[in-house]
């Protein structure tokens, strides 16, 4: 079985040797880089299954090499940001990072993290070779599960695996209302401590992608002080 590839990008020559170290022991193929820039041109030379991408760098940052990474490229992506940028850790997600992990941290919470994105972009990228697709559709907004496909109204919407993932926890449950630690939970496999912003953020991409009034939604809709739902049609 291939391994996955990650390109691990921090200016701290010490953190990327580290992170080295540990994704190698789980057999991962490890690319370095140590700014913006010279991450975007490995990605234009190697193919890479994740990024591990500081927030504080030289030459282009964490933000802004996200978001020229994301004109391309839906590959996931996880930011590291010290405790003290808790800004950052939203605009990273505001331009398209799919999780964060804070400084410092256990290598071995990264690890996990890196795990459940590749687990959730890899059923993402796979596609099914029996007939018997299933389709879960609200109105115009279709989700073929099998294909890992969505559409709105014909119209192929391209998402992020956690992007996918929520939407397909909502509209699997038309009508029911989901609180932001149900949705959190159900989707990272994990306690939900603080994550208001985190699911926001994500609810707000969705939104951008399905709706022609992202303000005014037709299908993603909040229920004030509850949580979250997908319009049953």
Request: aromatic letters at 6%.
């Amino acid at each position: 079985m291939k391994m996955a590839k990650i390109l691990v990008c921090d200016d701290d020559r010490e953190i990327v040797e580290a992170i080295d170290i540990y994704l190698t022991q789980e057999g991962y193929e490890v690319l370095k880089a140590y700014d913006g820039e010279e991450a975007l041109r490995a990605l234009k030379t190697q193919k890479a299954d994740l990024l591990v991408l500081d927030v504080m760098m030289p030459k282009l940052d964490g933000i802004r090499a996200t978001l020229k990474i994301r004109e391309q490229n839906n590959m996931p992506i996880i930011i590291l940001s010290a405790k003290s940028e808790d800004a950052d850790k939203i605009l990273g997600l505001n331009v398209g990072a799919d999780d964060y992990v804070t400084k410092p941290f256990n290598p071995l919470e990264l690890v996990a993290r890196v795990k459940s994105q590749l687990r959730r972009y890899t059923q993402l990228g796979s596609t099914a070779e029996h007939t018997g697709q299933e389709v879960y559709e609200a109105g115009g907004l279709s989700i073929n599960d099998d294909l890992k496909e969505v559409t709105v109204d014909g119209e192929p919407v391209k998402l992020t695996p956690i992007e996918y993932n929520i939407l397909l926890l909502l509209v699997k449950n038309q009508g029911k209302v989901f609180s932001i630690d149900q949705i959190y939970e159900s989707i990272w496999n994990e306690d939900a401590i603080g994550v208001d912003n985190t699911v926001a953020v994500h609810i707000r991409h969705i939104r951008e992608k399905i709706e022609i009034n992202p303000k005014e939604p037709r299908y993603l809709k909040v229920v004030w002080g509850v949580g979250y739902k997908v319009e049953k049609f």
